[in-house]
């Protein structure tokens, strides 16, 4: 990292506090710096840290944000994402060359990390709630915290912002709320607030409020907050246009204020410091600009809101004259096999339509709305609202496909069970970065949208290996006339094509479609196998590679590839299942009510023997963030573990089973 001696200066926030004007400006340079070299070797979130680095510099500089509990402020941001100017100004700068990497520090905010962070956070909508229990709870205590929340203002048209907005009208105390609208979400921001804030943006009355905003933040009085109350209530008698983005914040009791520009430091300060006084709950609305301080981020802030780690060169290619070339790994990636599977089935089937929640890169499906845009509905941050919206469409006679992270659709579970499942409505669910996700750590792996999805009546549970039975799984799934969840992960597609290059007659077998509930053999033996390894969706080549290595040492396993969840093949467990053969599932998905637990409870119900079965899986404790291969080597999920496994199950085999207790680290 280039060397930054007055950031790296910085230990704590009230080191900046003695700054003069002219070092904090540097000090956001360096910051901005710092933050561009990170995330370019590194990887990460850039355009909305490099957005929020004056804002946060200022929310340090005029409130004490100290170590938690102490406090006496305190700071929440939603998502957590554009964190990093704050966990620069909290002592960690210098951690910032290993950005999300294994032992460093993460790429979102987290308790254990730092008592600076309040609360770990990756998932959109929370902030204000959980500021306005904290300013509730320091006021039941008969304590004056100040509390202060940041949300984006693609972020706060969630439905719980919206919640937490109307409860933080009822607080009779301070509170903050920054409205940080960069006019962007990570694509386009969606939605009629969305629109609104544009309106703001460009009428003449954003330029009267910024002109006078102007006027008053530099000019203010010294006095405390109520000065400032009266200015702005002066200006807001004054404006007659109906774009005031204030109304419906003042409806809700909150009192709005800005929109100011968030570059303008000296400003922010002066008014923050003045604002800090108001007994009352207020939103701030600040100006900011997504990737500002370099040209490549500014006009392409999508491009480069989580990019890989990149390179930039020299070249008239791109703006500024730099190239940028993302390091975007090798081969294809599930998401875009879902994308072109989507787009397959779409012009085959004109009922389907597709849906994402502000996630049209992350799920694949921009590619769909370039091919199909009038089938294409991005909603914004609203995954419930998604999925209540697919299932008054399929209601209509469409077929709706959902493509919703798995960790995300843990925000909607309950319109998945009331809109879709009770009413038995025909909704497909591409769950891309289901199991382990790599740098973004915990907050964001999908590990248990099985547990929360099995106990669905009518919902069939769908795990494909490779891209030619994605394909095969959308197909299936158009026939069927209930609801289907499709897991996947933030992983290429296996490069190797089972039916081709691992049993040839798989081929007869696997080029028919799908059957219901129906398993396939990937490697068989013909009885004589030693143990028999049954997985559950894309960790099948890591198997494979397994299976590989066993027979090597003379070790022979079947392998399963067991295609659904729900409904389980009983057909194939009553073949596998049998008294003192080592049978072994593998899922990418919590141990807890996985793939393996199902295998467990169809065996235990149909008193088929379960004493040699072994669930390699996501073991019941947090793992943090690094990448995605580290996550499954930890866990024994990488074909050495695999085989691992495989060897310790055979000898066990031999001893009684009432005699050897599961490892002890799986439920720690
Ligand atoms: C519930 C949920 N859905 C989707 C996401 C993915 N996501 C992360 S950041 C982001 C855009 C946030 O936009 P905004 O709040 O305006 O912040 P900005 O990046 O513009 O600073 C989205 C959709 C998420 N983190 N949480
Ligand atoms: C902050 C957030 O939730 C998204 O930016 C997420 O980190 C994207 O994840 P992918 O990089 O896996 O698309
Ligand atoms: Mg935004």
Redesign the pocket.
């Known amino acids: 990292m280039t060397p930054a001696p007055l950031l790296d200066s910085i230990r704590k926030p009230a080191d900046i506090r003695g700054l003069a004007p002219a070092e904090l400006e540097s000090l956001a340079g360096q910051m901005r710096q710092r933050i561009f070299e990170a995330v370019s070797t590194n990887g990460g ?1 850039l ?3 490099l ?2 680095v004056e804002l946060t510099i200022a929310l340090h500089y005029c409130y004490d944000f100290g170590p938690y509990p102490g406090g006496p402020d305190w700071l929440m941001f ?2 957590g ?2 964190c990093y100017p704050h966990k620069m100004l909290t002592g960690r700068a210098g951690q910032f060359g290993t950005l999300r990497k294994r032992g460093s520090i993460a790429g979102f905010p987290v308790p254990e990390e730092s008592p600076y962070d309040l609360f770990a956070v ?4 929370t902030a204000i709630s959980t500021a306005v229990g904290m300013a509730r709870g320091s006021q039941q205590q008969g304590k004056n915290n100040h509390v202060v929340a940041v ?6 048209v ?1 439905g ?1 912002a919206f919640e937490g907005l109307n409860n933080a009208g009822t607080l009779k105390r301070q509170m903050l709320i920054i409205l ?7 694509s386009q ?1 969606q939605g009629a607030f969305s629109e609104y804030l544009e309106r703001v943006r460009v009428s003449t009355t954003y330029e009267e409020f910024k002109r006078f905003s102007e006027k008053i933040v530099h000019r203010l009085p010294t006095t405390v907050g109520h000065a400032i109350e009266h200015a702005w209530d002066a200006l807001c008698s004054s404006v007659k246009s109906a774009m005031w983005a204030g109304q419906m914040f003042e409806a809700m009791g909150i009192k709005y204020m800005g929109p100011i520009d968030g570059h303008d430091l000296p400003g922010l300060i002066n008014f923050l410091a003045e604002i800090k006084h108001v007994d009352k709950p207020v939103v701030l609305h600040v100006k ?1 600009q ?1 990737g500002n301080g370099y040209e490549i981020t500014k006009n392409e ?1 999508t491009k480069f ?2 990019p890989a780690a990149f390179r930039v060169e020299g070249s008239p290619l791109v703006q500024n004259g730099c190239r940028v070339e993302i390091n975007k790994g090798t081969g294809k990636n599930w998401t875009t096999a879902f994308a072109d599977a989507a787009i397959a089935v779409a012009k085959r089937d004109s009922r389907v339509v597709t849906l994402t ?3 049209p890169d ?1 799920t694949g499906l921009s590619k769909f709305e370039k091919e199909i845009p009038e089938r294409f509905i991005d909603t ?2 609203c ?1 419930s609202h998604l999925v209540a919206m697919a299932a008054g469409m399929a209601k209509t006679g469409l077929r709706p496909i959902a493509a ?2 798995s ?2 659709i843990q ?1 909607a579970f309950d319109q998945v069970w009331q809109e879709v499942a009770l009413n038995k409505l025909p909704v497909i669910f591409a769950l891309d970065r289901a199991g382990y996700v790599g740098d973004d750590g915990a907050v ?1 792996h999908g590990f248990c949208d099985l547990a929360f999805l099995r106990p669905l009546p009518g919902m069939t549970l769908i795990a494909p290996t490779d891209e030619a039975e994605l394909n095969r799984a959308l197909r299936l799934s158009l026939k069927l006339d209930t609801a289907v969840a499709i897991r996947y992960p933030r992983d290429n597609v296996p490069t190797c094509n089972f039916e081709e290059e691992v049993l040839p007659e798989l081929r007869e077998q696997a080029s028919g479609e799908w059957e219901l509930g129906k398993s396939r053999m990937l490697i068989r033996h013909d009885g004589e196998a030693d143990a028999t390894l049954v997985v559950y969706g894309a960790l099948a080549g890591s198997v494979l590679t397994a299976a590989e290595l066993l027979s090597a040492d003379g070790v022979k396993v079947d392998v399963v590839d067991a295609r659904f969840c729900k409904p389980i093949d009983g057909a194939m467990l009553a073949r596998v299942l049998r008294p003192g053969h080592p049978v072994l599932t593998v899922e990418d998905h919590s141990l807890e009510n996985g793939f393996g637990s199902a295998v467990l409870e169809y065996a235990n119900s149909h008193r088929l023997p379960t004493d040699q079965i072994t669930r390699l899986g996501m073991p019941d404790r947090m793992i943090v963030h690094m990448t995605r291969k580290e996550q499954l080597t930890e866990v024994g999920l990488d074909p050495a573990g695999i085989v691992s496994s495989v060897k310790q199950a055979i000898e066990r085999a031999g001893e009684r089973s009432d005699v050897a207790p599961m490892p002890a680290e799986r439920y720690v």
Do not use: C, W
């Open positions: 979130h355009a909305s840290n957005g929020v939603d998502v994402h554009q990756g998932h959109a909508g949300v984006g203002d693609a972020s706060i969630n719980l940080n609208d960069n006019g962007m979400s990570i921001p900011t997504k802030p809101h989580s929640a502000a996630m992350g914004g941050i995954e919703v992270y960790t995300f925000r964001h």
